[in-house]
């Protein structure tokens, strides 16, 4: 327990279950004293996210689908009808045609490359213009501004076999994080990424061989273990509070410190 997020409202993005990486930032955040309000994507999840905010004190949930600007504009309406100002935003979204998570980049289609750039990177944008809005105006004393958190991965960097078209998002997705982070960062709004280890969740669930890549981390990274939505969570926390206020465009690894290794390491057994 701690008071780090105490009187800041935010909004979470992308909460599907228990598992998810939303999960682990909103708990750690509500632990904090934040107020949470929750999107879930259509009707059949709102089953599963009430509970969920209800577990962290939270009656505020509503629909949106990222890839529908009119789904967008209603959720953002539903916000400001119970609140008049906003601190923060987890983006935790992304979607590609599972069909295409395996196999190989160059028979990417067309219309997955599309939906997959609009849902996953795209959406970021959309999302923050329409936060910004709603965020208190930079003051005097530093108060004010807001904070904007994504979620990517490694294989944005670095070729992961079967995340193809999916890395091409992540890439177009931390680039977003820059450039929407000098867009806002003259109203005091800073905009990070998280770039988590994997993690078995629903989505990562449709990467082909995801039980290699899991394995293949936990043996070869500098803390030889997989990462845990706590871990994310408590990084979250860091970029959502004032401890991160001077900190924005960042894209910040939480992975065991995989990222930092060339090559497998010696104690690894063949998998
Ligand atoms: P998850 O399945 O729990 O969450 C993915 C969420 O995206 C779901 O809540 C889903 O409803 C939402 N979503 C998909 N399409 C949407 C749309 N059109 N509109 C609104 N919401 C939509 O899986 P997760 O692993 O927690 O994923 C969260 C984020 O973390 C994703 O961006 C993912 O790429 C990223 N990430 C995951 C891992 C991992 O290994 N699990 C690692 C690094 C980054």
Redesign the pocket.
């Known amino acids: 327990m701690g008071d780090l997020m105490r009187g800041k409202r935010g909004l979470i993005?992308?909460?599907?279950?228990d598992?998810?990486?939303?999960?682990g930032i909103a708990s750690k955040l509500a632990e904090h004293g934040a107020e949470l309000a929750f999107?879930?994507?259509?009707e059949a999840?709102a089953k599963r996210v009430r509970p969920l905010a209800e577990k962290l004190g939270s009656d505020f949930t509503f629909e949106?689908?990222?890839?529908?600007m009119e789904?967008l504009d209603r959720a953002f309406d539903t916000l400001k009808e119970r609140w008049d100002t906003l601190d923060f935003v987890v983006?935790?979204?992304?979607?590609s045609d599972k069909s295409e998570l395996r196999g190989k980049y160059v028979d990417t289609s067309l219309d997955n490359f599309l939906m997959t750039m609009n849902?996953?990177a795209y959406?970021l944008v959309a999302v923050t213009k329409r936060a910004a809005e709603m965020m208190p105006p930079k003051a005097e004393d530093g108060s004010g501004g807001g904070s904007i958190l994504?979620?990517?991965?490694?294989g944005a960097e670095k070729v992961v076999p079967h995340y193809n078209v999916?890395g091409v998002a992540?890439a177009a997705l931390e680039t977003s994080v820059q450039y929407l982070a000098n867009d806002l960062g003259p109203v005091g709004i800073r905009v990070n990424a998280?770039?988590?280890?994997?993690?078995?969740?629903?989505?990562?669930s449709g990467i082909g061989d995801?039980r290699y890549i899991l394995k293949w981390n936990e043996l070869n990274a500098p803390l030889r273990r997989n990462v845990t939505?706590e871990d994310v969570g408590g990084a979250g926390l860091y970029f959502l509070s004032d401890l991160a206020s001077g900190v924005t465009g960042e894209v910040h690894h939480v992975d065991g410190g995989y990222h930092v290794v060339g090559m497998k390491q010696e104690d690894a057994p063949d998998i």
């Not at 598992?19 to 999960?23: E, F, G």
């Not at 999107?39 to 259509?42: I, K, P």
């Not at 994504?150 to 490694?154: A, N, P, R, S």
């Open positions: 993005m992308g909460l599907a279950n598992k998810s990486l939303a999960w999107s879930y994507q259509g999840l949106c689908d990222v890839a529908d789904s983006h935790a979204i992304g979607f849902i996953s959406s994504t979620l990517t991965y490694y999916m992540k998280i770039s988590a280890g994997p993690i078995k969740t629903l989505a990562a995801f939505i």
